[in-house]
Protein backbone atom coordinates (compact mmCIF):
# COMPACT_ATOMS: atom_id res chain seq x y z
CA UNK A 1 0.00 0.00 0.00
CA UNK A 2 1.28 3.28 -0.89
CA UNK A 3 2.22 5.96 1.92
CA UNK A 4 -0.84 6.83 3.78
CA UNK A 5 -2.05 10.56 4.62
CA UNK A 6 -1.50 11.64 8.07
CA UNK A 7 -5.58 11.94 7.95
CA UNK A 8 -6.16 8.37 7.47
CA UNK A 9 -3.49 7.04 9.48
CA UNK A 10 -4.93 9.18 12.26
CA UNK A 11 -8.55 8.06 11.65
CA UNK A 12 -7.83 4.26 11.34
CA UNK A 13 -5.05 3.57 14.58
CA UNK A 14 -5.77 0.07 15.42
CA UNK A 15 -9.52 -0.18 13.73
CA UNK A 16 -10.96 -3.27 13.32
CA UNK A 17 -7.94 -5.66 14.74
CA UNK A 18 -9.08 -6.71 18.07
CA UNK A 19 -8.50 -10.70 17.75
CA UNK A 20 -10.56 -11.74 20.97
CA UNK A 21 -14.42 -10.40 19.70
CA UNK A 22 -13.28 -8.63 16.13
CA UNK A 23 -14.81 -5.17 18.00
CA UNK A 24 -14.14 -1.88 15.57
CA UNK A 25 -12.57 -0.06 17.95
CA UNK A 26 -9.48 -0.89 19.92
CA UNK A 27 -10.23 -1.68 23.56
CA UNK A 28 -8.64 -0.19 26.71
CA UNK A 29 -5.95 -2.23 28.14
CA UNK A 30 -6.24 -1.62 32.04
CA UNK A 31 -4.04 -4.07 33.35
CA UNK A 32 -0.35 -3.17 35.31
CA UNK A 33 0.34 -7.06 35.02
CA UNK A 34 0.11 -10.20 32.47
CA UNK A 35 0.00 -13.58 32.74
CA UNK A 36 3.19 -15.57 31.91
CA UNK A 37 2.41 -18.22 29.08
CA UNK A 38 4.21 -20.84 31.73
CA UNK A 39 6.59 -21.20 34.20
CA UNK A 40 9.96 -19.09 32.25
CA UNK A 41 8.15 -18.55 29.69
CA UNK A 42 7.06 -14.94 29.46
CA UNK A 43 4.22 -13.47 27.05
CA UNK A 44 4.82 -10.47 24.73
CA UNK A 45 3.58 -8.26 27.60
CA UNK A 46 5.00 -8.65 31.28
CA UNK A 47 4.25 -5.43 33.05
CA UNK A 48 2.55 -1.76 32.33
CA UNK A 49 5.39 0.47 33.14
CA UNK A 50 7.44 -1.31 30.51
CA UNK A 51 4.39 -2.08 28.16
CA UNK A 52 1.13 -1.98 27.40
CA UNK A 53 -1.24 -2.82 24.23
CA UNK A 54 -3.20 0.44 24.49
CA UNK A 55 0.29 2.50 24.63
CA UNK A 56 1.85 0.91 22.07
CA UNK A 57 -1.00 1.52 19.70
CA UNK A 58 -0.27 5.07 20.24
CA UNK A 59 3.16 5.13 20.36
CA UNK A 60 3.13 3.47 16.90
CA UNK A 61 0.82 5.91 15.99
CA UNK A 62 2.28 8.71 16.27
CA UNK A 63 5.95 7.45 15.11
CA UNK A 64 3.75 6.98 11.90
CA UNK A 65 2.52 10.00 11.89
CA UNK A 66 5.84 11.82 12.38
CA UNK A 67 7.88 9.73 9.99
CA UNK A 68 9.87 7.90 12.54
CA UNK A 69 10.58 4.55 13.76
CA UNK A 70 10.03 4.90 17.24
CA UNK A 71 7.91 6.78 19.27
CA UNK A 72 7.93 6.68 23.81
CA UNK A 73 4.59 7.64 25.45
CA UNK A 74 5.21 9.47 28.45
CA UNK A 75 3.49 11.02 30.96
CA UNK A 76 3.42 14.29 30.41
CA UNK A 77 4.86 16.49 28.13
CA UNK A 78 7.72 17.44 30.64
CA UNK A 79 8.45 14.04 30.77
CA UNK A 80 9.32 13.89 27.40
CA UNK A 81 11.77 16.30 27.38
CA UNK A 82 13.62 14.90 30.68
CA UNK A 83 13.87 11.68 28.48
CA UNK A 84 15.57 13.34 25.27
CA UNK A 85 17.94 14.63 28.53
CA UNK A 86 18.70 11.34 29.70
CA UNK A 87 21.32 11.08 26.55
CA UNK A 88 23.04 14.25 27.80
CA UNK A 89 26.31 13.92 30.44
CA UNK A 90 27.92 16.47 32.45
CA UNK A 91 30.45 17.14 29.93
CA UNK A 92 28.10 17.84 27.14
CA UNK A 93 26.94 21.07 25.82
CA UNK A 94 23.15 21.22 25.38
CA UNK A 95 21.77 24.50 23.27
CA UNK A 96 18.34 25.67 23.65
CA UNK A 97 16.46 28.54 22.12
CA UNK A 98 15.82 31.84 24.04
CA UNK A 99 12.43 32.12 23.70
CA UNK A 100 11.76 28.10 24.61
CA UNK A 101 8.64 27.12 26.72
CA UNK A 102 8.90 28.14 30.12
CA UNK A 103 8.51 24.69 31.66
CA UNK A 104 11.25 23.60 29.17
CA UNK A 105 13.39 26.83 30.31
CA UNK A 106 13.13 25.78 33.83
CA UNK A 107 13.89 22.29 33.32
CA UNK A 108 17.34 22.98 31.08
CA UNK A 109 18.71 25.78 33.64
CA UNK A 110 17.67 24.08 36.67
CA UNK A 111 19.27 20.42 35.56
CA UNK A 112 22.10 22.11 34.07
CA UNK A 113 22.79 24.65 37.16
CA UNK A 114 21.21 22.89 40.13
CA UNK A 115 21.98 19.27 39.06
CA UNK A 116 25.16 19.70 36.97
CA UNK A 117 23.29 17.44 34.10
CA UNK A 118 24.89 19.23 30.92
CA UNK A 119 26.58 22.81 29.56
CA UNK A 120 24.19 24.87 28.26
CA UNK A 121 24.45 27.41 26.14
CA UNK A 122 21.16 29.70 25.17
CA UNK A 123 21.19 31.24 21.24
CA UNK A 124 18.76 33.57 20.20
CA UNK A 125 18.15 31.51 16.74
CA UNK A 126 16.16 34.76 15.06
CA UNK A 127 20.04 37.03 15.68
CA UNK A 128 22.39 36.41 12.75
CA UNK A 129 25.71 34.98 14.65
CA UNK A 130 24.16 31.63 16.12
CA UNK A 131 26.13 29.30 13.91
CA UNK A 132 29.18 30.53 14.77
CA UNK A 133 27.89 30.76 17.98
CA UNK A 134 27.04 27.16 18.37
CA UNK A 135 30.21 25.94 16.47
CA UNK A 136 32.16 27.39 19.20
CA UNK A 137 30.17 25.67 21.31
CA UNK A 138 30.50 21.84 19.78
CA UNK A 139 27.00 20.59 21.33
CA UNK A 140 26.25 17.39 21.84
CA UNK A 141 22.63 18.18 21.10
CA UNK A 142 20.36 21.43 19.91
CA UNK A 143 17.08 21.64 20.91
CA UNK A 144 14.50 23.89 18.95
CA UNK A 145 11.20 25.27 19.37
CA UNK A 146 8.96 26.58 15.87
CA UNK A 147 6.87 28.75 16.18
CA UNK A 148 7.79 30.05 19.25
CA UNK A 149 5.74 30.79 22.39
CA UNK A 150 4.01 33.69 22.51
CA UNK A 151 5.65 35.48 19.54
CA UNK A 152 5.63 32.55 17.27
CA UNK A 153 9.40 33.00 16.19
CA UNK A 154 10.25 30.73 12.70
CA UNK A 155 13.73 28.99 13.05
CA UNK A 156 14.70 27.47 10.19
CA UNK A 157 14.99 23.88 10.46
CA UNK A 158 17.23 22.41 7.25
CA UNK A 159 20.08 25.60 7.90
CA UNK A 160 20.10 23.95 12.19
CA UNK A 161 20.08 20.50 10.73
CA UNK A 162 22.70 21.11 8.37
CA UNK A 163 25.16 22.95 10.76
CA UNK A 164 24.02 20.33 13.22
CA UNK A 165 25.20 17.19 10.75
CA UNK A 166 28.40 18.56 10.84
CA UNK A 167 29.18 19.21 13.92
CA UNK A 168 27.93 15.54 14.82
CA UNK A 169 25.14 16.73 17.18
CA UNK A 170 21.75 15.36 17.61
CA UNK A 171 18.70 17.93 17.36
CA UNK A 172 15.44 18.09 19.25
CA UNK A 173 12.19 19.79 18.16
CA UNK A 174 9.36 20.13 20.02
CA UNK A 175 6.93 20.25 17.63
CA UNK A 176 3.85 20.63 19.75
CA UNK A 177 2.46 24.21 18.19
CA UNK A 178 2.19 22.93 15.16
CA UNK A 179 1.46 18.79 15.45
CA UNK A 180 2.84 16.30 12.33
CA UNK A 181 -0.54 17.47 10.50
CA UNK A 182 1.35 20.94 9.53
CA UNK A 183 5.16 20.35 10.18
CA UNK A 184 7.13 17.00 10.08
CA UNK A 185 10.81 18.10 11.29
CA UNK A 186 12.19 14.44 10.96
CA UNK A 187 11.82 14.67 7.46
CA UNK A 188 13.71 18.00 7.60
CA UNK A 189 16.52 16.71 9.54
CA UNK A 190 15.64 16.10 12.91
CA UNK A 191 16.91 13.08 15.13
CA UNK A 192 13.82 13.37 17.55
CA UNK A 193 10.65 14.78 18.22
CA UNK A 194 9.13 15.54 21.11
CA UNK A 195 4.88 16.71 21.84
CA UNK A 196 2.79 17.68 24.53
CA UNK A 197 0.39 15.23 23.40
CA UNK A 198 -1.65 17.54 25.83
CA UNK A 199 -2.17 20.17 22.93
CA UNK A 200 -3.51 19.36 19.89
CA UNK A 201 -2.70 15.52 19.24
CA UNK A 202 -4.84 15.02 22.33
CA UNK A 203 -7.26 18.23 21.49
CA UNK A 204 -9.93 17.87 23.88
CA UNK A 205 -8.15 19.45 27.42
CA UNK A 206 -8.76 16.69 29.12
CA UNK A 207 -5.16 14.60 29.75
CA UNK A 208 -2.43 15.53 30.34
CA UNK A 209 0.63 13.49 28.45
CA UNK A 210 3.97 13.43 26.06
CA UNK A 211 5.80 11.64 23.19
CA UNK A 212 9.05 11.26 22.17
CA UNK A 213 9.79 10.17 18.56
CA UNK A 214 13.04 9.03 17.30
CA UNK A 215 14.74 8.59 13.34
CA UNK A 216 16.34 5.48 14.62
CA UNK A 217 16.13 1.57 16.12
CA UNK A 218 19.32 2.83 18.09
CA UNK A 219 17.68 5.91 19.88
CA UNK A 220 14.50 4.66 20.49
CA UNK A 221 15.89 1.38 22.11
CA UNK A 222 17.92 3.86 24.67
CA UNK A 223 15.03 5.86 25.05
CA UNK A 224 12.64 3.83 25.52
CA UNK A 225 15.24 1.79 28.37
CA UNK A 226 15.36 5.24 29.97
CA UNK A 227 11.44 5.66 30.26
CA UNK A 228 10.81 2.24 32.17
CA UNK A 229 13.76 3.13 34.06
CA UNK A 230 12.96 6.31 35.29
CA UNK A 231 9.25 5.02 35.08
CA UNK A 232 7.56 7.84 33.28
CA UNK A 233 5.43 6.43 31.00
CA UNK A 234 1.97 7.29 30.15
CA UNK A 235 -0.78 5.76 31.70
CA UNK A 236 -2.82 3.76 29.94
CA UNK A 237 -6.20 5.54 29.98
CA UNK A 238 -4.04 8.55 29.66
CA UNK A 239 -3.60 6.92 25.69
CA UNK A 240 -7.05 5.67 25.04
CA UNK A 241 -7.99 9.35 25.43
CA UNK A 242 -5.59 10.68 23.59
CA UNK A 243 -6.02 8.04 20.19
CA UNK A 244 -9.47 8.80 20.71
CA UNK A 245 -8.62 12.24 20.26
CA UNK A 246 -5.90 11.71 17.77
CA UNK A 247 -8.47 10.44 15.00
CA UNK A 248 -9.54 14.05 14.34
CA UNK A 249 -6.09 15.79 14.43
CA UNK A 250 -6.37 16.41 10.38
CA UNK A 251 -10.20 17.95 10.50
CA UNK A 252 -9.58 19.92 13.76
CA UNK A 253 -6.59 21.06 12.77
CA UNK A 254 -8.06 22.62 9.36
CA UNK A 255 -11.20 24.07 11.06
CA UNK A 256 -8.75 25.92 13.68
CA UNK A 257 -6.49 26.78 11.21
CA UNK A 258 -8.79 28.29 9.11
CA UNK A 259 -10.87 30.23 11.89
CA UNK A 260 -7.33 31.41 13.13
CA UNK A 261 -6.72 33.01 9.67
CA UNK A 262 -9.88 34.63 10.05
CA UNK A 263 -9.48 35.90 13.21
CA UNK A 264 -5.86 37.36 12.52
CA UNK A 265 -7.58 39.33 9.69
CA UNK A 266 -9.87 40.65 11.99
CA UNK A 267 -7.55 41.52 14.82
CA UNK A 268 -4.95 43.10 11.44
CA UNK A 269 -8.17 45.59 11.40
CA UNK A 270 -8.73 46.82 14.51
CA UNK A 271 -7.96 50.22 15.63
CA UNK A 272 -7.43 48.38 19.40
CA UNK A 273 -4.64 46.09 17.85
CA UNK A 274 -1.21 47.40 17.50
CA UNK A 275 0.64 44.46 15.85
CA UNK A 276 -0.74 41.14 15.57
CA UNK A 277 1.93 38.09 15.45
CA UNK A 278 1.15 34.74 13.25
CA UNK A 279 3.26 33.52 10.43
CA UNK A 280 0.91 33.41 7.98
CA UNK A 281 1.54 37.49 7.51
CA UNK A 282 3.66 38.08 4.49
CA UNK A 283 5.21 40.86 7.07
CA UNK A 284 6.23 38.41 9.94
CA UNK A 285 9.99 37.77 9.61
CA UNK A 286 9.70 34.00 9.32
CA UNK A 287 6.81 34.05 6.93
CA UNK A 288 9.04 32.29 4.11
CA UNK A 289 10.66 29.87 6.14
CA UNK A 290 7.75 29.20 7.79
CA UNK A 291 6.01 28.32 4.41
CA UNK A 292 8.77 26.73 3.27
CA UNK A 293 8.76 23.98 6.55
CA UNK A 294 5.35 23.85 6.98
CA UNK A 295 1.86 22.71 5.68
CA UNK A 296 0.06 25.67 6.99
CA UNK A 297 0.51 28.46 9.71
CA UNK A 298 -1.05 26.82 12.57
CA UNK A 299 -4.11 28.11 14.55
CA UNK A 300 -1.97 30.33 17.60
CA UNK A 301 -1.82 34.15 17.27
CA UNK A 302 -0.78 36.63 19.45
CA UNK A 303 -1.41 40.38 19.50
CA UNK A 304 -0.63 43.69 21.21
CA UNK A 305 -3.59 45.23 22.89
CA UNK A 306 -3.32 49.31 21.42
CA UNK A 307 -4.82 50.54 25.21
CA UNK A 308 -3.63 50.80 28.98
CA UNK A 309 -2.70 47.36 30.42
CA UNK A 310 -5.26 48.78 33.06
CA UNK A 311 -7.77 48.01 30.83
CA UNK A 312 -7.23 44.17 30.61
CA UNK A 313 -9.33 43.18 32.82
CA UNK A 314 -12.31 44.85 30.99
CA UNK A 315 -11.46 42.60 27.73
CA UNK A 316 -11.12 39.54 29.25
CA UNK A 317 -14.67 39.98 31.27
CA UNK A 318 -16.16 41.04 28.49
CA UNK A 319 -15.30 37.70 26.19
CA UNK A 320 -17.87 35.20 26.42
CA UNK A 321 -16.01 32.36 23.78
CA UNK A 322 -12.36 33.23 24.64
CA UNK A 323 -11.66 30.99 28.08
CA UNK A 324 -8.90 32.95 30.09
CA UNK A 325 -7.10 29.85 30.84
CA UNK A 326 -3.34 28.04 30.17
CA UNK A 327 -2.60 25.79 27.90
CA UNK A 328 -3.41 25.34 23.78
CA UNK A 329 -4.38 23.42 21.09
CA UNK A 330 -7.76 22.05 22.68
CA UNK A 331 -11.32 22.22 20.38
CA UNK A 332 -12.15 25.64 22.76
CA UNK A 333 -10.75 28.58 22.17
CA UNK A 334 -8.87 30.11 25.09
CA UNK A 335 -6.88 33.25 25.98
CA UNK A 336 -3.78 33.95 27.32
CA UNK A 337 -1.99 36.82 29.33
CA UNK A 338 1.45 35.31 28.72
CA UNK A 339 3.08 38.38 31.25
CA UNK A 340 0.87 37.48 34.30
CA UNK A 341 0.35 33.20 32.92
CA UNK A 342 2.22 31.57 30.98
CA UNK A 343 5.57 33.49 31.29
CA UNK A 344 5.32 34.99 34.50
CA UNK A 345 8.41 33.78 36.29
CA UNK A 346 10.57 35.56 33.68
CA UNK A 347 11.27 39.03 35.27
CA UNK A 348 10.01 42.45 33.23
CA UNK A 349 13.64 42.91 31.92
CA UNK A 350 13.22 39.35 30.55
CA UNK A 351 9.57 39.44 29.29
CA UNK A 352 11.18 42.99 27.99
CA UNK A 353 13.98 41.41 26.34
CA UNK A 354 11.96 38.40 24.79
CA UNK A 355 9.43 40.87 23.31
CA UNK A 356 7.06 39.82 26.12
CA UNK A 357 4.66 43.44 26.12
CA UNK A 358 2.96 43.99 29.36
CA UNK A 359 -0.37 44.26 26.64
CA UNK A 360 0.96 41.06 24.50
CA UNK A 361 -2.21 38.73 24.37
CA UNK A 362 -2.01 35.07 23.10
CA UNK A 363 -4.97 32.70 21.54
CA UNK A 364 -5.49 29.55 20.77
CA UNK A 365 -7.88 29.22 17.99
CA UNK A 366 -10.99 26.94 18.50
CA UNK A 367 -13.37 25.15 16.45
CA UNK A 368 -16.36 27.23 17.66
CA UNK A 369 -18.10 28.90 14.40
CA UNK A 370 -15.79 32.08 13.55
CA UNK A 371 -18.64 34.11 12.98
CA UNK A 372 -19.58 33.61 16.41
CA UNK A 373 -15.29 33.97 17.40
CA UNK A 374 -15.37 37.64 15.91
CA UNK A 375 -18.49 38.70 17.32
CA UNK A 376 -17.28 38.23 20.68
CA UNK A 377 -13.65 39.92 19.94
CA UNK A 378 -15.38 42.74 18.83
CA UNK A 379 -18.24 43.36 22.01
CA UNK A 380 -14.55 42.89 24.15
CA UNK A 381 -13.04 45.60 21.61
CA UNK A 382 -16.38 47.86 22.10
CA UNK A 383 -16.01 47.34 26.03
CA UNK A 384 -12.61 48.72 26.15
CA UNK A 385 -13.27 51.65 23.64
CA UNK A 386 -15.88 52.41 26.02
CA UNK A 387 -14.05 52.15 29.29
CA UNK A 388 -11.03 54.00 27.70
CA UNK A 389 -13.32 56.86 27.02
CA UNK A 390 -14.64 56.79 30.79
CA UNK A 391 -11.60 56.82 31.87
CA UNK A 392 -10.20 59.58 29.93
CA UNK A 393 -12.97 61.58 30.77
CA UNK A 394 -12.50 61.01 34.40
CA UNK A 395 -9.20 62.09 34.36
CA UNK A 396 -10.32 65.59 32.38
CA UNK A 397 -12.68 66.16 34.82
CA UNK A 398 -10.32 65.37 37.62
CA UNK A 399 -11.72 62.40 39.38
CA UNK A 400 -11.11 59.41 40.45
CA UNK A 401 -12.91 56.70 38.43
CA UNK A 402 -9.70 55.60 36.56
CA UNK A 403 -9.90 51.59 36.28
CA UNK A 404 -10.03 49.99 39.39
CA UNK A 405 -6.72 50.03 40.86
CA UNK A 406 -7.83 47.04 43.16
CA UNK A 407 -8.65 45.01 40.19
CA UNK A 408 -5.59 45.54 38.54
CA UNK A 409 -3.81 43.85 41.73
CA UNK A 410 -6.01 41.13 41.70
CA UNK A 411 -5.30 40.34 38.33
CA UNK A 412 -1.39 40.22 38.51
CA UNK A 413 -1.22 37.12 39.74
CA UNK A 414 1.93 36.08 41.94
CA UNK A 415 4.45 34.77 39.83
CA UNK A 416 6.13 32.68 42.20
CA UNK A 417 2.70 30.72 42.95
CA UNK A 418 1.83 30.57 38.96
CA UNK A 419 3.10 27.59 36.85
CA UNK A 420 4.40 27.03 33.46
CA UNK A 421 1.83 25.45 30.64
C1 LIG B 1 2.71 22.46 27.19
C2 LIG B 1 4.01 22.37 26.54
C3 LIG B 1 5.03 21.54 27.04
C4 LIG B 1 4.87 20.75 28.32
O1 LIG B 1 3.90 19.78 28.23
P1 LIG B 1 3.01 19.23 29.47
O2 LIG B 1 2.14 18.23 28.81
O3 LIG B 1 2.30 20.41 30.03
O4 LIG B 1 3.97 18.63 30.45
C5 LIG B 1 6.22 21.48 26.34
N1 LIG B 1 6.41 22.20 25.21
C6 LIG B 1 5.46 23.02 24.71
C7 LIG B 1 5.73 23.80 23.47
C8 LIG B 1 4.23 23.14 25.36
O5 LIG B 1 3.30 23.97 24.88
Request: some cysteine.
Given at each position: ?????????????????????????????????????????????????????????????????????????????????????????????????????????????????????????????????????????????????TP????LQI?D???????????????????????????????????????????????????????????????????????????????????????????????????????????V???????????VYYPGLPQHPGHAIAKAQQ?GFG???????????????????????????????????????????????????????????????????????????????????????????????????????????????????????????
Amino acid sequence: MSKRHVATIAARAGIAQDTAFSAVTPPLYLTSTYELTAFKQPGQYDYSRSNNPTRDLLGETLAELEGGVKAIVTSTGMSACLLALQLLTPDDTLVIPHDCYGGSYRLFTNLAQRKNAFKLLVVNFQQAGWAEQISKAAPKMIWLETPSNPLLQITDVRAVCQLAKKLQALVVVDNTFLSPVLQQPLALGADIVVHSTTKYINGHSDIVGGVLVCNSVQLGDELKWWANCLGITGAPFDSYMTLRGLRTLEPRIRLQQDNAARVVDFLAKQPLVAKVYYPGLPQHPGHAIAKAQQSGFGAMCSFDLAADAALLPVFFSALRLFTLAQSLGGIESLICHPGTMTHASMDAKAQQTAGIGPTLIRLSVGIENSDDLLADLLQAFNAVAQASRQADKAANIGTAVKPDHEQQQQFRLNPALSAFW
